[in-house]
């Protein structure tokens, strides 16, 4: 497979590094990415004492509360490479992660698919790398999928289709003819509730709108109990285009659009659309825990993720809609609070997709203890273009005495309370420049 070759010493060091701990440490960063990949690891570590933390404050200070437990090997997911010089002198250990490294370590096994060519923005996230683990510990490991997908799609890996070592994982598994069936990337128990809760798509004016959308079901002749995928083939056609006219209307890149047909893999009733909708809505709510027992096969916990699915749509529409109402502009970026932290990337990447501005930088801002949460998104466009969110928050924060970093197209940043202007006409300036500078190049 292309790219294991590539990982294959490192994974090597990492299996005998399992094999010598007694204790293992997990840390793994707190979003569907970093759930779906602690899953995968929980479930291919045997016999060995486990102890797993979702981690969102990625400071030195709160990971040193960790590191001074001394446990025997920690293994750092979804997070890790912006940390290897804090790390590599404190810690046996080893860290899978996507995010740009701050460089690689002699003292770290530290697995990224950047040292391997490989793109962590698009190509391969945190998932991605448990997953390849674990088929390098063993093959029929790949029945593992369903939680690997489930990570990847809560990273957005998969808009505008699957590539790199993503796509080249799952062509494997089309190989072993896993079923697959193509439907609608909404999901809920009837075609109402489908609607209702989405977000991905996101329809103003009717996501959030039971009202509006049950008396729309019924004048084209659908029943809002229906589930979608039992419609007549016409009628699945007119829900799909009706969704499609929404967000042509809106002016939503051609590649999004084309992202509400999925193709779904199914393996014992999981679909993995679904499930990284549920892993996700747990994330958000600090119900990690609840999420990972689940993806672990816990089935007795469905009633609970269900519920928390709800209750975080239902939180993440209002906010959207009183973000939509509260939207402030700049000339690179767009910019406006929410009210729970948890809510401030779900927001933006909603936002940035299905309704502001695509030639501007999305930002959510929230205020806790004195200082500011940032959650910033941008397109594949504007990176395209020049834009690279990481490195613009990063230094822009650091600059004010916070810290920031990720990936070129998202990332986020942790700023002093009285910084915020400063740190908006910071990060304002860089982006225009980063634009200005892309076209200088384009014309030399």
């Not at 945190?126 to 593992?144: H, K, M, R, V």
């Not at 089935?299 to 906010?319: G, T, Y």
């Amino acid at each position: 497979m292309n790219g294991m070759e590539c990982f294959e010493n490192k994974f090597e060091k990492l299996k005998r590094a399992i094999e010598d701990a007694k204790d293992i440490r997990v840390l793994a960063h707190y979003d569907a990415d970093g759930v779906s990949s602690a899953a995968i690891i929980f479930k291919v570590i045997k016999n060995k004492k486990l102890h797993i933390s979702f981690i969102k404050d990625l400071s030195r200070d709160n990971i040193k509360k960790f590191l001074d437990e001394k446990k025997d090997f920690y293994i750092f997911l979804d997070m890790g490479s912006s940390l290897i010089s804090f790390l590599e002198n404190k810690v046996n250990g080893a860290v899978l992660d996507h995010h740009p490294p701050e460089k690689d370590s002699e003292n770290i096994i530290h697995i990224n698919p950047y040292f391997c060519g490989i793109s962590g923005s698009r190509d391969a996230c945190g998932s991605t790398l448990a997953y390849l683990f674990s088929l390098y510990l063993d093959e029929n490991n790949y029945i593992l999928y369903p939680i690997f997908l489930t990570g990847l799609i809560g990273d957005k890996q998969n808009l505008g289709g699957y590539s790199g070592l993503n796509k080249d994982l799952i062509e494997k598994l089309r190989e072993k003819n896993i079923n697959t069936k193509i439907t609608l990337r909404i999901q809920g128990k009837n075609i109402l509730e489908s609607l209702l809760y989405s977000t991905e798509p996101f329809i103003e004016g009717y996501t959030g709108k039971p009202d509006v959308l049950s008396s729309y079901l019924k004048s084209i002749n659908i029943d809002p109990q229906a589930n979608f995928d039992s419609l007549e083939e016409e009628k699945k056609i007119k829900i799909t285009s009706w969704i499609a006219l929404q967000l042509i209307k809106r002016r939503v890149e051609r590649d999004i659009i084309e992202s509400i047909v999925v193709e779904n893999f199914d393996y014992n009733g999981f679909n993995v659309f679904f499930l990284s909708d549920l892993v996700d809505a747990c994330a958000r709510q600090e119900k990690q825990g609840l999420a990972l027992a689940y993806l672990a096969g816990d089935k007795s916990r469905e009633q609970e993720v269900l519920q928390a699915f709800i209750d975080h749509k239902k939180v993440l529409i209002e906010e959207i809609y009183e973000a939509i109402r509260n939207k402030k502009d700049m000339q690179n970026l767009q910019y406006f609070y929410v009210s729970e932290d948890s809510m401030a990337g779900a927001v933006s990447g909603t936002l940035m997709m299905y309704y502001l501005d695509r030639e501007k930088v999305t930002v959510a801002l929230h205020e806790k203890d004195g200082e500011v949460r940032v959650s910033g998104r941008a397109t594949r466009h504007l990176v395209s273009k020049g834009v690279n969110l990481g490195k613009s928050m990063g230094e822009c924060a650091e600059s004010l005495g916070g810290f920031g970093g990720g990936h070129d197209i998202a990332a986020g940043a942790n700023i002093p309370k009285e910084k915020v202007n400063e740190f908006l006409n910071c990060l304002d300036l860089k982006l225009g420049e980063m634009i200005n500078d892309t076209k200088i190049a384009s014309k030399v």
